[in-house]
């Protein structure tokens, strides 16, 4: 049981037309119950009773003061969707918490079973319950997935195929639980495989932007259509008690994302929360990049977004990084926005406080990144990263990363995605790690490092890992694979591993250093503790101050973290 302390105005949702149980469309009961709340003041209170509410739309939630959205808890409300859909689409408030109920969609967002036929052309599976043979669906998304260990596949089992699916060509059924998956192309599924078909990415549980002190607390999300949680521009965002996990035996439980958080200001405290079985990463914190595209004069630009415009809606007083297109992770200049106004359908003309200093072809990001505390937060068995990091001054305790696809930890600004900035300052303590990094977005660590593209310079700086328990599964790879690093301290930690391969992969690095951790090899004796990854554009001659002896990983103690 969780308790709450909330004081305002109460607005049951049953004294607008939303009754539980009743198989009744709920959502303009309940918009009508949520416009009341904000339209009466600040502290209001909207409250769902015990039961499942029906939607087959979005709940809006805009200009909302200090509202709180309730439940009676995880296991005794439940919101379901019923259509591809947001649950709550939130934007411009300042103080909103969204607490104690469960959310899930019918239809799933997906499905799964075992293939029976595979052409070029379509691919007919029989649907494994409690999944559905859904007619009418365009699947974007096939993942290989393991119905024992029930994860995404791995090893050399590994497989995902992503498509644009054949324009009006939809999911049918050809006999009695046996469904046919149109293709684009041929894949490399076949008969037998275990898989979950993926119907869409781009519709997610909660979408939250522009916002001041949001709380989501003793919340579980049970299948989405995309991502989860998505914060956008929100400053101050405390996540708790919050758990993505599937329900009733499913092998999947969100199609992408478990968290993502883009261009969050001051602070992001995660804690006591689980994400699990999700699509994607468990969390992404990322900052997007525009491109100077035009120089007005010495302190008025114009800026173009890549994808999409949304990155430009950027307000006045926030500072803006730059950085040159040849060391696109290497900020060199900052600039504080004093206004301005949309220049073209995808730009936007900034003028700033003072002169700065930049070229046509620079990248620009926000530069007032937040804090991110993580504690006691479980990654387990999903298709992608634990958590990938794009962001500063971050704290990672007392979590678990369990049978994560990639690795658990991916410290990665991003080109190809247009994200970042570069880490900095970051502790990782406390921690234990199980068999990560064996399935789909493998790279060569449990801990990786690995801007994209690859630079000739360190750009990532001041890692601590400590204290922490490695566990490595039969085709994990390496423990920390460090590019275009500085400064990584490795101390006190428990590693076991399975493989004479050295631990730890350094390109274009510099200080590296370990002292008083404990290896156990349960096959072999591992000589050397590090090799220099030789792959162009990685030269050994640009790395130095690597401090990695053996006896830094000779020492006895016990695993520091054990799951209990």
């Not at 689980?274 to 997007?288: E, H, I, R, S, Y």
């Not at 068995?381 to 991916?410: C, D, H, M, W, Y």
């Not at 600004?413 to 234990?432: A, D, V």
Request: glycine share 6%; proline share 5%.
């Amino acid at each position: 049981m969780t308790c709450l302390s909330i004081q305002g105005e109460k607005f049951f949702v049953s004294e607008f037309g939303a009754y539980s149980n009743d198989n009744i469309d709920d959502t303009q009961s309940i918009q009508s119950a949520i416009d009341k709340g904000i339209n009466y003041g600040s502290g209001s209170i909207i409250i769902f009773g015990h039961g499942t509410y029906n939607l087959s739309s979005t709940i809006s939630i805009t200009n909302a003061s200090n509202l709180t959205i309730i439940g009676q808890g995880i296991s005794e409300t439940l919101l379901v969707g019923t259509t591809r859909m947001f649950i709550f689409f939130a934007q411009y408030c300042d103080g909103l918490k969204i607490a104690s109920l469960s959310i899930d969609f019918d239809p799933y967002p997906f499905t799964a079973g075992y293939v029976v036929n595979a052409t070029n052309t379509y691919l007919d599976i029989r649907v494994q319950p409690p999944h559905r043979a859904d007619i009418d669906q365009r699947v974007l998304g096939l993942i290989r997935y393991d119905p024992i260990e029930m994860r995404p596949a791995f090893g050399p089992n590994t497989y995902n195929f992503y498509q644009v699916p054949p324009n009006y060509a939809d999911t049918s059924l050809i006999r009695t639980n046996i469904l046919r998956i149109p293709l684009a192309s041929l894949t490399g599924l076949n008969i037998g495989d275990a898989v979950v078909a993926v119907y869409d990415i781009a519709v997610h549980a909660i979408y939250i932007h522009d916002s001041i002190d949001v709380t989501i607390q003793t919340i579980n999300v049970h299948s989405s259509w995309g991502m989860v949680l998505i914060a956008n521009r929100v400053r101050r965002l405390t996540v708790s008690d919050y758990h993505v996990t599937p329900m009733n035996g499913r092998w999947l439980s969100a199609n992408s994302d478990c968290m993502h958080f883009m261009d969050t200001r001051e602070y992001i405290s995660l804690s006591d929360s689980k994400c699990q079985m999700q699509g994607d990463d468990g969390l992404n914190v990322l900052t997007p990049y525009v491109i100077v595209t035009d120089i007005i004069n010495s302190s008025t630009i114009i800026i173009q977004a890549f994808n999409w415009t949304d990155p430009l809606n950027i307000e006045d007083g926030t500072q803006l990084e730059f950085a040159s297109s040849k060391q696109p992770f290497t900020a060199y200049t900052r600039g504080k926005i004093a206004s301005s106004t949309v220049y073209t359908s995808t730009s936007r003309l900034f003028m700033f406080t003072t002169s700065i200093n930049v070229s046509i072809g620079d990248l620009a990001y926000v530069g007032d990144t937040p804090s991110l505390t993580i504690r006691n937060f479980t990654v387990e068995r999903n298709r992608a990263r634990g958590v990938l990091l794009e962001t500063r001054n971050v704290t990672i305790s007392q979590s678990i990363f369990n049978k994560t696809s990639g690795p658990a930890i991916l410290f990665q600004p991003s080109l190809y995605w247009h994200e970042g900035p570069p880490g900095r300052n970051i502790t990782l303590t406390e921690n234990l790690y199980i068999n990560c990094n064996e399935g789909i977005g493998q790279q060569e660590g449990f801990i990786t490092i690995l801007p994209d593209p690859t630079q000739l310079i360190p750009v990532i700086t001041d890692i601590r890992i400590e204290s922490s328990t490695f566990y490595f599964g039969n085709f994990s790879r390496g423990l920390i694979q460090a590019t275009n690093a500085n400064n990584i301290y490795i101390t006190g930690n428990y590693i076991a591993t399975n493989t004479s391969t050295p631990l730890i992969t350094i390109c274009n690095s510099r200080n590296i250093t370990a002292n008083n951790n404990t290896v156990i090899d349960l096959k072999a004796k591992i000589d050397q503790y590090y090799t220099f990854d030789t792959t162009d554009p990685c030269h050994v001659n640009l790395s130095s101050l690597i401090d990695l002896p053996p006896s830094a990983f000779n020492s006895s103690f016990p695993p520091p973290v054990i799951l209990t």
